[in-house]
């Protein structure tokens, strides 16, 4: 736990020190703020609900994710940093898991700086804060399986381009895989198609309505992408 805790911290002001955090997190905050209280305006709608902002958050999430994984192993791929770390103390789990939770740590603040609008919504208006509560649990958890994605998807390549592009592709799709498969897949069939969307998923936390399956279908997400990050990094330590 010492050496994930050295790596996290080295990790997550690693994001501070450069551009990505103060690009990327006002970004996911102004994308949130414009399309929340602007588009339409929230005041013509007379409506005190955060039911707005989670529609959009999966789409927002399946973005932002592949922006902030990408550098995170492929970069010390690409500097030859990874050989050196390869070299001290730690092992593959130890760097997989370390540099995923200063991601998740970036994610926590961005989402954390959003409590402003359900504080905001509260004092205008009765705000029914249990589907705000399951909201936000279901965009951590939804968000954290993005980054698993995405933290696998920089495992495989040295370019943050194509690891981002690669993490991108992957989010988009199991965002949407229900909605196409209304048109291509029997309806027999959607019942096992649903549950490998994230959407399906999410829509159910937020919703207010917490369910075990729900919760450990992102944790399985987690679990099979950081093992493939951890297997990527093992197969070219022994190559």
């Not at 996911?28 to 955060?50: E, T």
């Not at 381009?161 to 799709?173: C, E, G, P, R, W």
Request: charged share 10%; glycine share 6%.
């Amino acid at each position: 736990m010492s050496n994930i805790l050295t790596l996290f911290k080295r990790e997550y002001a690693a994001y501070f020190n450069s551009p990505i955090a103060y690009i990327v997190v006002p970004v996911f905050l102004l994308v949130f703020g414009i399309f929340y209280w602007y588009v339409p305006d929230f005041f013509d709608v007379n409506q005190a609900s955060m039911r707005r902002f989670f529609s959009m958050a999966p789409v927002v999430a399946a973005v932002f994710a592949p922006a902030i994984t990408m550098r995170l192993i492929a970069e010390e791929r690409k500097s030859g940093t990874l050989e050196l770390l390869a070299t001290l103390p730690f092992t593959d789990e130890d760097i997989v898991v370390g540099k995923y939770l200063a991601a998740f740590g970036l994610l926590l603040t961005a989402t954390a700086l959003t409590l402003t609008y359900p504080l905001t919504v509260a004092y205008l208006g009765d705000l029914d804060w249990g589907p705000v509560v399951g909201g936000y649990l279901g965009f951590l958890l939804m968000g954290a399986a993005y980054l698993a994605i995405g933290t696998a998807a920089s495992a495989v390549t040295s370019n943050q381009i194509v690891a981002f592009f690669i993490a991108l592709f992957v989010s988009v799709l199991v965002l949407l895989v229900d909605y196409v498969a209304y048109v291509v897949v029997p309806p027999s069939m959607m019942g096992v198609v649903e549950f490998l969307s994230f959407n399906f998923h999410f829509q159910n936390i937020a919703k207010g309505v917490i369910d075990s399956r729900d919760i450990l279908f992102y944790f399985s997400v987690i679990w099979l992408c950081l093992g493939l990050a951890v297997h990527t990094l093992c197969r070219r330590r022994l190559s």
